[in-house]
């Protein structure tokens, strides 16, 4: 393998100016929704007194779910040695910052009060999941900023492997709190449950890799950096694995339920009666966001075809969307049940599906989170090298051989030959 | 006189001053604490506030403690039921099965362990000694984290600006609210808005205040009489409110 060259983009073609425009102008017209909604109050929004979380943290949640996920490539090189990631590490540690930045920023500004941000970064409460929270994704800037600072200071790289198993184990921890926020809410039918935080994990896994692959693949082809298919194609093997993974914690997380009378009710709403949510889960989360990327990824021909691949990958965004937003939707439009065995009615909506339908608003706040996760990742890049020349398989792969002769299936763990020379264009 | 001497000097005149002053506040300041004392007085875990609710005696068609409730607290809305905030509901109920039916009023239960005070990030959500759960609306930042926790959808989120609030009662818009057990009314001495509405104003009796560590207090006296219910007791959260009749 090669020595790996890093440079920033050029950044001065129309095509990058534009995509700062328009990045741009979906983060102004997100901050121009959260004055509306700020200025007149939340009843401009879909959300309601049943439905009190709507899609702003639909789109926080999956942003910061993923940007654990995206974590995942720089770990794979760091924590378990696989050095054909190693020249993707500075953007995986780049895209996993802007992602959770992009998410953080819709969670905050989506608050009643976001004007009162100080007063959550000085009064804790430790028994809320929500205020440890606040120290894992304010500790994950920290912890992933320096790791990315060992990858880049060629002179801090022997600490590159401590810092990317510090920064592994925050992630885990980091998902499992976001999976908590879920798991431990006792009151609702639709939660309460220890598998939340491992789906979590597993699904910033899936998430944050078909993010991934998108952005690298739309990275390398804006610049026309050379992109090699074995990388593509170990990159796809285990975004497989990882969508297999989501679907199968999504058996057993329903299939538990199944088995317990109790949640009878909320599991024929999810699987069966529940209109929006129902479709969502089966169309959304189960075969866009799972059977469909499977098959692409693993057929013979369509797992050949980087198109089909980043369709793939797409979808696993789509589904993974529909599959958040029906746990977090969906699981508060199933109604309370505090009276178990009554037919409830009242003036506050009690047994009664709960209405929600997303205002742009909201979508344009959500879409603003996404907007500026990739202003982030676009500015980056040409501020600092964190890009490779090239990832063709004869520079990175340390497998490589000529096409001509036979090539050697045999697996080597040389750690060494990926020796980095950032170069500041 | 030397330096060293005239800085003593100056500091004993400073010294003399500041005690001086000490002197002629202190009364002033002890005189508001032994006055806020005798309005209010700590909240203390020797008392702890809960209501008893009769279902038999409720009336599906009596609203008396909703509108009482409102009156007290402000909480009038904008005629957007889906948004508008609710401190107390009632709920009708009709048994699946028999077919018999029932209703009640429905607010915070006041919980022992309430899981809107576990999950507040910020600890604005608050249980105080004598087990009233309140919102501290100076540091609620609005995340709603606490009405996705509360298993009786006792609280509401302030959805639109709010006019004509009262002194003891102040809200604000992107903050959470719910039934105070009108704190404001206990300290003093007095009984809930809805407690009062339903007996004096509907002459149904179906609520009863008071304090269920009082063995004498008439709610505790009526509990150690009738096996009562607490909704969602499956939960463990021994909330202050019970239910008979259901």
Redesign the interface.
């Known amino acids: 393998m090669k020595r790996i060259l890093f440079t920033q983009i050029q950044g001065n073609s129309t095509g990058y100016i534009a995509l700062l425009g328009w990045l741009g102008a979906f983060v102004a017209a997100a901050l121009g929704a959260v004055y509306f909604m700020?200025h007149?109050?939340?009843?401009v929004t879909g959300?309601?007194?049943?439905i009190?979380?709507g899609m702003p943290h639909v789109f926080a949640v999956f942003l910061i779910v993923a940007a654990s996920g995206a974590l995942n490539i720089a770990s794979i090189s760091s924590v378990f040695g696989r050095v054909m990631y190693k020249p993707l590490g500075r953007l995986s540690t780049l895209l996993s910052l802007a992602l959770l930045a992009g998410g953080l920023m819709v969670l905050v500004l989506d608050?009643?009060?976001?004007d009162?941000?100080d007063?959550?970064m000085m009064?804790?409460?430790f028994?809320?999941?929500?205020?440890w929270n606040?120290y894992l994704y304010t500790g994950f800037f920290a912890v992933v900023g320096v790791y990315m600072w060992m990858m880049m200071e060629r002179r801090m790289n022997r600490y590159t492997k401590i810092a990317g198993t510090v920064a592994f184990i925050w992630r885990l921890a980091l998902t499992t709190g976001t999976g908590s926020?879920f798991g431990?809410?006792?009151?609702?039918q639709a939660y309460d449950a220890a598998i939340m935080a491992p789906m979590f994990i597993i699904m910033s896994f899936s998430f944050g890799l078909a993010i991934f692959i998108l952005v690298l693949m739309a990275v390398s082809n804006g610049t026309g950096r050379p992109l090699g298919d074995v990388l593509i194609a170990k990159m796809k093997n285990l975004l497989g694995v990882f969508v297999a993974a989501v679907l199968y914690f999504a058996v057993v997380q329903h299939l538990t339920n199944l088995y317990a009378t109790e949640h009878h009710g909320v599991e024929a709403f999810i699987l069966s009666d529940g209109g929006i949510y129902t479709g969502l889960f089966w169309f959304g989360q189960i075969l866009i966001g799972g059977l469909l990327p499977l098959a692409l990824l693993y057929h013979p021909t369509t797992g050949k075809d980087r198109m089909m691949i980043a369709l793939a990958a797409a979808m696993v965004v789509i589904g993974g969307m529909a599959q958040v937003y029906v746990i977090i939707i969906g699981g508060?439009a199933y109604p309370?049940?505090?009276?178990p065995?009554?037919?409830?009615?009242?003036?506050?909506?009690?047994g009664i599906v709960g209405?929600y339908s997303p205002s742009l608003p909201e979508v344009v706040l959500g879409l603003g989170g996404v907007a500026t996760t990739l202003l982030i990742v676009a500015i980056a890049i040409k501020a600092l090298p964190f890009l490779p020349a090239t990832l063709a398989d004869a520079d990175i792969d340390p497998h490589y051989v000529e096409p001509e002769p036979e090539p050697e299936p045999e697996e080597a763990d040389s750690d060494d030959e990926g020796e980095e020379a950032a170069e500041a264009a | 006189m030397s330096d060293t001497t005239f800085n003593a000097a100056r500091r004993r005149l400073l010294a003399g001053t500041a005690a001086l002053a000490g002197i002629s506040v202190a009364p002033g300041i002890r005189l508001i604490s032994t006055a806020e004392a005798a309005v209010s007085g700590p909240a203390s875990a020797k008392n702890r506030w809960g209501l008893l609710i009769d279902s038999n005696k409720c009336d599906a068609g009596c609203t008396e403690c909703v509108t009482a409730c409102k009156t007290e607290q402000g909480w009038t809305g904008?005629d957007?039921?889906?948004?508008?905030?609710?401190w107390i509901?009632?709920?009708?109920?009709?048994?699946?099965?028999t077919g018999a039916t029932a209703s009640l009023p429905?607010m915070c239960q006041h919980c022992e362990h309430p899981?809107c005070?576990?999950?507040?990030?910020?600890?604005a959500s608050m249980k105080r000694e004598d087990g009233i759960v309140l919102v501290d609306k100076h540091?609620?930042?609005?995340?709603?984290?606490c009405?996705?926790?509360?298993?009786?959808?006792a609280r509401?989120?302030?959805?639109?600006?709010v006019h004509n609030q009262k002194q003891h009662m102040p809200r604000?818009?992107?903050?959470?609210e719910s039934c105070t057990l009108c704190v404001h009314r206990v300290d003093a001495g007095g009984t809930p808005a809805c407690v009062e509405a339903c007996t004096e104003k509907a002459g149904r009796d179906a609520m009863v205040f008071g304090d269920l560590n009082d063995p004498a207090s008439e709610i505790s006296k009526k509990l150690a009489k009738h096996v009562t219910t607490r909704?969602?007791a499956d939960?463990g959260l021994e909330p202050g409110v019970h239910y008979s009749g259901?």
């Not at chain 1, 007149?40 to 009843?43: C, D, L």
């Not at chain 1, 431990?184 to 609702?188: E, H, I, P, S, T």
């Not at chain 1, 309370?336 to 009276?339: A, D």
């Not at chain 1, 065995?341 to 009690?350: A, C, L, N, P």
């Open positions: 700020e007149n109050g939340h009843y959300m309601n007194n049943q009190v979380w608050l009643g009060r976001p009162r941000l007063v959550a009064k804790y409460n028994k809320s999941i929500f205020a606040i926020i431990f809410l006792v009151a609702r508060q309370l049940s505090i009276f065995g009554y037919e409830v009615s009242s003036s506050f909506y009690d209405s | 904008n957007r039921p889906e948004s508008d905030p609710q509901r009632k709920v009708n109920l009709k048994d699946n099965k429905v899981p005070v576990d999950v507040c990030p910020t600890g540091i609620c930042i609005g995340c709603r984290y009405m996705m926790a509360c298993p009786y959808k509401s989120f302030v959805h639109e600006d604000g818009k992107g903050t959470v909704l969602r939960l259901i």
